[in-house]
Nanobody
Framework: QVQLVESGGGSVRAGGSLRLSCAGE????MAWFRQAPGKEREGVAA????????EYAASVKGRFTISREDNKNTLYLQMNNLKPEDTGVYYC????????????????????WGQGTQVTVST
C-alpha cells in the first residue's frame, strides 16, 4: 500500500506563494489535484517520473510548478501569484500503471491519494 502525506497548505493573500509537499513512494505518474467546495476534483499538475515530463491545467500554467526530489521521495507543487480561485483542498496522487499521457490530469487514472491539505487565498 502506497501512503502519500501532503503538507504546506495555509492561508495567503492574493499574489502570494505557497509550496506544497507530498512525501511518499515515487510511482510512474504523480500529480496534484484540487477540490473547491461544491466543485469536482480537478487536475492541476502532473509528472511522468520516468522522464520528468510535466503537464499543467491551463488555469495554473505559468504560475505553478511541479517537481520531485528523488533522494527525499518527495513531490512538490510551487504555487506563485496565487488567486482566490485557487482556494481548495489540494491532494497528491500517484499511480504505477502505464496509461496514455492524455489522461494524466484525470482523477480516475490514479489509485493512491493523500489526505489533502487546505489552501485558502484571500483578496
Amino acid at each position: 500500500q502506497v501512503q502519500l502525506v501532503e503538507s504546506g497548505g495555509g492561508s495567503v493573500r492574493a499574489g502570494g506563494s505557497l509550496r506544497l509537499s507530498c512525501a511518499g513512494e515515487t510511482l510512474r505518474f504523480m500529480a496534484w489535484f484540487r477540490q473547491a467546495p461544491g466543485k469536482e476534483r480537478e487536475g492541476v499538475a502532473a509528472m511522468y517520473t520516468r522522464d520528468g515530463s510535466t503537464e499543467y491545467a491551463a488555469s495554473v500554467k505559468g504560475r505553478f510548478t511541479i517537481s520531485r526530489e528523488d533522494n527525499k521521495n518527495t513531490l512538490y507543487l510551487q504555487m506563485n501569484n496565487l488567486k482566490p480561485e485557487d482556494t481548495g483542498v489540494y491532494y497528491c496522487a500517484a499511480d504505477g500503471r502505464d496509461f496514455p499521457r492524455l489522461g494524466v490530469l484525470q482523477a480516475i487514472r490514479y489509485t493512491y491519494w493523500g489526505q489533502g491539505t487546505q489552501v485558502t487565498v484571500s483578496t
